[in-house]
């Protein structure tokens, strides 16, 4: 197993590629404990609870700004996905897959790096399209790879979590703009989510990449 403890530094970037940054990473009380459920080769998907809780710290390594996001689950429909409120106001909805499907009622996210079960060494593709505040259509397209299980650490505790990473390429549907794109991210079952995401774009093709991150520092979950 591998453990993963730092974040790599990033230079300066076009604004134009910021914009559709967001785009990407728009998804995105504490119990800090180490997580007791190891993960598996072969993982099947998260069970939520109405109460459960994740704080995120959220990362912009151009800037080096940081602020946190604290998302509870305040109900669990019948095919398993959660609606989930936002501290300070804002909903995010999560498939039975752990997957964003919505961050506002005008705006969506796009988030299917995940697909259960999750299984070492397997595929899938990825094709979605989301829309901007700004009102910018994006397309997504790529493949996500289930590469490993790996230690991770993180400031909520050290996890058993499974790498995902998604590779492809980010364009609009009409204007400038476009370019390649990569996420890592690290789903731990003991907390039912993601709790670690790094991901980056580079708006076609060139200059220094975008890149943030977000890291869990706290959880509370229902067994």
Known sequence: ?????????????????????????????????????????TQDGPH????DSWTYELSDL???SKHTVTQTVTLVHADGSALLQIAG????????????????SD????????????????????D???????GQTVVLRGQSEIEDVETVNTKAGSFSAIK???TGTWSPLSGY??????????????????VRDEYQIRLAGKGTPVTKSSELVGYSVKP
Request: hydrophobic share 40%; glycine share 10%; with cysteine.
């Open 62 to 64: 151009l800037t080096g």
């Open 128 to 134: 979605c399209t989301t829309t901007a505040t700004t």
């Open 89 to 104: 106001g804002g909903r995010l909805e999560l498939t039975p897959e752990a997957n964003v499907i919505r961050i506002k």
């Open 177 to 194: 703009g476009g370019g390649p794109m990569e996420e890592t991210r690290w789903y731990a079952p003991a907390v039912k989510r993601v």
């Open 48 to 51: 939520y609870a109405t109460g």
């Open 164 to 166: 995902i990473k998604t």
């Open 107 to 126: 705006r969506k996210a796009c988030d299917v790096g995940l697909h259960f079960p999750l299984q070492v060494g397997t595929r899938h593709e990825v």
């Open 1 to 41: 197993m591998k453990t993963i403890e730092t974040i790599p530094s990033f230079r300066h970037i076009r604004s134009q590629a910021i914009v559709c940054l967001l785009v990407i990473g728009a998804a995105i009380s504490s119990n800090v404990a180490v997580g007791a459920e190891s993960a598996q080769p």
